[in-house]
């Protein structure tokens, strides 16, 4: 099977990793492939002998119909179902449930660890629990064995770093990349105040919003009517996922929707049989049900690119969680992207198509205390916090769908704008003053220096540590590696890298000359040297500032 260019990237990425580690994690958004990839993985580590772990039931089916189709026989173990285990007959792959290797004494003692040369762990943001820890210890029994983990959203509601098991990350592609890239179509935003919805007497439990407390607020009848009628207003005849808090909410909702538009809506959950869960998902999958009401069942894999709405009727203070259902609704209409070569063509065609954005639709009270996600929230990682509150704004005070990559990237640019306005001014006011330039570590800003917007610090970045190597340059810059979080710290390391290769300035250099109002983000080291020269001969004022 034929991979996309980043899928490569990251193929690459991992096995250049393993050169070092033993375990690695690649984060790629909802709809990239990720399973294509752990897929390619193992085939390129033929002859061996590989385990994925899942922890549901339809990611199991999925790795098995992915594997096979890069040519790899796959055996599942899994309830009834076991993986044949004999030498003569092993399958190159087990697909397994961390439920079925934990249940009773251990199932996964039927597998001898040092008959593996590779683990997989699917939707590896559970990895840091008690159960996938007892698993993963078992099978690194084995000294040699590799580890993969494959995730789109990194970030734990607890904020448990899943450093504690991956060393490394050995690619990072997440959902804004995606949507630039012309690989998920875009994403609007709309928020919808409803009278009377209050968030602000509800706990906090594990890092997001009480269960029971939301379900008091979300059940209320008020709220009940007010969001249905409200998702209807903006939807029209756009097949809808609607994400509900428990199965008394998620009946009603469906109830009150098909009081309106008769036939219109079906719910699904945990505890629905599985043959009427799988009636219930074809139906909606085929456009025979326009909204599918669901509690906990389709936020990870679940793949059905027809569905163009979200419906956020289970607010979360998890980016993770908020993540995974967004992730519901952006991948584009089958055979629009694939086989086009381009970035603009492959926006072009998605433009053209017949889903050209998704809608993610959130519902706003009184928050209190509580930081409620948003999608603007997630699809800001390359900009700042202000840019972020300026759309949400904009959302809230428009009440109509926003563009959010769109709307942050122009927020940003109006801030940039702002601040080079005023740096300049600030500029202006220095060059009339004399004095000479003091260099120090502590005064040394790097970001500043080199015109960098520090990288965002994530949950899952926790506790990771630099190597010896990495906080070795960063103090040889006069940085001091234990006041830089590591996800900055790297960028940093990237940077500097870029620099030395390109014959850019260096960071003393561009920190003296941005103190005098100089551009110094491309700026060659034979220039700065001449242009700190000239500052130096003329009392460390700018030869070219007004008198």
């Known amino acids: 099977m034929r991979l996309r260019d980043y899928q490569e990237r990251a193929v690459s990425s991992v096995l250049k990793e393993w050169e070092e580690h033993s375990s690695t994690l690649v984060v790629a958004a909802t709809g990239t492939g990720k399973t294509q990839i752990f897929s390619e993985v193992i085939r390129r580590m033929q002859p061996c002998r590989a385990l994925v772990l899942a922890h549901r039931e339809e990611l199991i089916w999925q790795a098995v119909k992915r594997v096979e189709g890069f040519g790899l026989d796959a055996s599942v173990e899994m309830a009834e179902l076991s993986a044949e285990n004999h030498w003569w007959g092993a399958s190159p792959v087990v697909v397994s449930t961390i439920q079925t290797q934990i249940a009773g004494r251990g199932r996964m003692r039927r597998f001898d660890p040092f008959d593996f040369n590779l683990l997989v762990i699917d939707e590896a943001h559970h990895a840091t629990s008690p159960s996938y820890r007892r698993v993963i210890d078992y099978y690194r029994k084995n000294s040699d064995l590799k580890i993969l983990g494959v995730t789109a959203t990194p970030d734990r509601a607890d904020e448990q770093a899943l450093g504690q098991v991956f060393e490394s990350v050995a690619f990072d ?16 935003q709309q928020l919808v105040t409803i009278e009377g919805l209050d968030f602000s ?3 906090t439990t594990a890092g997001d919003l009480n269960g029971a407390d939301l379900a008091a607020v979300m059940e209320a009848e008020k709220n009940l009517h007010g969001i249905v009628s409200a998702t209807l207003d903006i939807i029209g005849g756009r097949r809808t996922l609607v994400f509900a808090v428990t199965v008394k909410q998620a009946e009603r909702y469906a109830e009150i929707f098909n009081r309106h538009r008769p036939g219109a809506a079906d719910w699904v959950c945990g505890k629905t049989p599985k043959d009427q869960r799988h009636e219930t998902f074809r139906k909606f999958g085929e456009g025979a049900t326009q909204i599918l ?12 690119p027809g569905v163009e709405v979200v419906v956020m009727a289970r607010p979360t203070k998890s980016r993770c969680l908020y993540s995974q259902m967004v992730g519901r609704s952006t991948r584009p209409l089958p055979g629009v992207v694939d086989g086009l070569p381009t970035e603009a063509e492959r926006r072009g065609a998605i433009a053209q ?7 993610v639709i959130d519902f706003v009270g009184n928050a209190g205390r509580h930081k409620l996600m948003t999608a603007a929230d997630i699809l800001g990682g390359k900009v700042s916090e202000q840019a972020v509150q300026r759309v949400l704004f904009k959302a809230a005070s428009e009440g109509r ?3 959010v990559v769109e709307a942050l990237n122009a927020e940003e640019q109006r801030l940039r704008a702002e601040a080079e306005e005023r740096r300049l001014r600030e500029a202006a006011r220095r060059a009339h003053v004399i004095g000479r330039a003091q260099f120090s570590a502590r005064e040394i800003n ?29 103090r040889k810059q006069g940085i001091d590696p234990s006041r830089v979080p590591y996800p900055q710290g790297v960028q940093l390391i990237a940077e500097l890298c870029r620099r030395w290769d390109k014959k850019l300035c260096t960071i003393k250099q561009a920190n003296l000359l941005r103190k005098h109002g100089y551009e110094t983000k491309d700026l060659a080291m034979a220039e700065a040297s001449r242009l700190i020269d000239a500052l130096a001969k003329n009392n460390w004022r700018r030869p070219d500032a007004a008198h």
Do not use: H, M
């Open 173 to 188: 592609y997440e959902i804004l990349d995606a949507i630039e890239a012309g690989w998920l179509v875009p994403v609007g």
């Open 353 to 359: 198509s017949g889903k050209p954005s998704c809608l």
């Open 446 to 474: 790097p970001f500043d220096a080199f015109q960098l917007e520090p990288a965002r610090v994530r949950g899952w970045d926790a506790g990771r540590q630099y190597t010896e190597k990495q906080a070795a340059l960063l």
């Open 201 to 203: 007497g509800i706990r």
């Open 401 to 403: 769908p926003v563009d």
């Open 293 to 304: 009401v669901n509690v906990g069942v389709a936020t990870e894999g679940y793949d059905n």
